[in-house]
């Protein structure tokens, strides 16, 4: 089972990595008053990491 879990690791990584080298144009982003400008994949990687520890406090509390 680990040697899937490393397999399926490394293949999400690889997709990431080729995610990120052909979307770098700059979008800006809005929130409330706040405004910044951003590469692309920058905000998907952001809003993946968001949703990664969301999921782990989420997952936390529903075990206890």
């Keep these: 089972m680990a040697k899937v879990k490393s397999i399926v690791s490394g293949v999400l990584i690889a997709l990431v990595i080729v995610f ?7 979008v800006q982003v809005r ?4 405004k910044v400008s951003m590469s692309w994949a920058l905000m998907v990687l952001i809003a993946l ?9 989420v997952r936390g509390t529903r075990r206890k």
Excluded: H
Excluded at 49 to 57: D, E, H, T
């Design 31 to 34: 929130l409330l008053f706040w």
């Design 49 to 57: 990491l968001i949703g990664i520890v969301a999921g782990w406090l």
């Design 20 to 26: 990120v080298v052909q979307n770098t144009e700059t």
